[in-house]
């Protein structure tokens, strides 16, 4: 049999055709202002086009099916996506609302855990690309989570409301977002499953309709995510561009209130010879701190000290945190490593208990650290050093077992 035999032969041809062509288009986009012109950054978005090329149809096809429903984590320490927290773990699922779906599993220990149904997206300039872009409807958050003696768990997702564990859906509901946050390396993800309640019958196989579908939206998925980024905070809030190395104010919306967190991004730039002294006052609650490349991915989270919580940090004598930025080891224990980019964003985010603090910055040169911080700032030998990194990677890789 060849090309022209059958009846969808020119459709599907067609189709694969013009993904291509839009994937040409996408990876032009990593040649932009925003990202600097060093090898290793515009390696970087490549590898943010090649990362998410390779969950395209994950998202597209393979768990598209709102009446199949799956769990699929869309971020990872190989793939990264939509301003990424390293200290989060990401997974959604396609529904409708017109199913009934029941999540089963195990509750695990991480410090935060959020579900979120979200709802339409609106249509018009200012929408992020999917699959963002949609309005949280409600939410169910660890705090509300009732869960057994061993640590199970069961929600129920629309239809009828269910006693303890049940999230409403709306006409426009379609997708389930799942967030869950770590403090300590030890913690433990939990681990579910979904299904529709009332199925009866196998998955069908795609038709040449749903295929044609799948690749037309992974090709708008791959050129809109290398067009909005990094533009899309610059230009619709969240990125003050007009104060480099500053962090603008925290500000929780209402949307931000059904995620469980409040969130800031600095921009920053730093010289070979410069570093940046980030502090603020130790406070309740579960903070985080990510850096990330040009493109609002997170830096090298499973290997380097890209990312900061209240447990792993060092506090000063007069209880302020102090990190340094910077492009080599200085030696003191928080610092930020940023794996040799010149250009960059770091990520505060706020959760649980208290309240977001204010967070100042100070550029200063890389040989004067010694003089800008305390005496008694906490430092480690590269032994030391060695061993933190020991601990993120059997940490990180324990968050993402199987």
């Not at 998955?203 to 533009?231: N, Q, V």
């Not at 579960?286 to 000290?305: E, H, I, K, Q, V």
């Amino acid at each position: 049999m060849a090309f022209g035999d059958g009846p969808d032969d020119a459709a599907l041809r067609s189709a694969w055709d013009t993904f291509c062509d839009k994937l040409k288009d996408a990876g032009s986009r990593v040649f932009k202002d925003h990202n600097p012109a060093s090898g290793v950054q515009r390696v970087d978005g490549f590898r943010f086009l090649t990362q998410n090329l390779g969950q395209a149809f994950d998202l597209a096809l393979e768990t598209r099916d709102t009446r199949y429903p799956a769990i699929h984590t869309f971020c990872h320490p190989t793939r990264k996506l939509g301003g990424d927290c390293a200290d989060f773990l990401y997974q959604q699922a396609w529904i409708d609302g017109s199913s009934t779906y029941r999540i089963t599993g195990d509750r695990g220990t991480a410090a935060f855990f959020n579900i979120t149904v979200q709802g339409p997206r609106p249509v018009g300039p200012g929408v992020l690309h999917e699959p963002f872009g949609d309005v949280p409807e409600a939410n169910l958050s660890g705090t509300q989570l009732r869960i057994d003696d061993d640590g199970g768990f069961e929600i129920y997702v629309g239809g009828p409301r269910r006693e303890p564990n049940w999230l409403p859906t709306t006409a426009g509901s379609r997708k389930l977002f799942i967030r869950q946050g770590f403090d300590r390396w030890d913690e433990v993800p939990a681990r579910m499953r979904i299904e529709r309640v009332d199925m009866t019958t196998p998955r069908p196989l795609p038709t040449p309709a749903d295929m044609t579908a799948a690749i037309e939206w992974a090709g708008d998925f791959l050129t809109a995510m290398m067009s909005d980024w990094p533009e899309y905070p610059f230009t619709h809030g969240g990125v003050d561009p007009e104060h480099l190395n500053r962090f603008p104010d925290v500000a929780a919306t209402g949307a931000d209130a059904k995620r469980g967190r409040a969130a800031a991004n600095m921009h920053w730039r730093l010289a070979g010879d410069e570093a940046l002294i980030i502090e603020f006052e130790a406070h309740d609650g579960l903070w985080m701190l990510t850096n990330m490349g040009a493109f609002f991915t997170s830096m090298d989270y499973l290997y380097r000290p890209v990312s900061y919580t209240p447990s792993r940090t060092a506090v000063d004598a007069d209880g302020v945190v102090r990190l340094v930025l910077s492009h080599d080891d200085p030696g003191y224990h928080n610092w930020i490593d940023t794996q040799g980019f010149e250009r960059g964003n770091l990520t505060y985010r706020h959760m649980l208990d208290g309240e977001p603090v204010p967070l100042r910055t100070r550029l200063v040169k890389r040989a004067e650290l010694a003089d800008a911080l305390p005496p008694d700032t906490a430092t480690v030998t590269p032994q030391q050093r060695a061993e933190q990194m020991w601990q993120r990677f059997t940490g990180v890789r324990r968050r993402y077992a199987g």
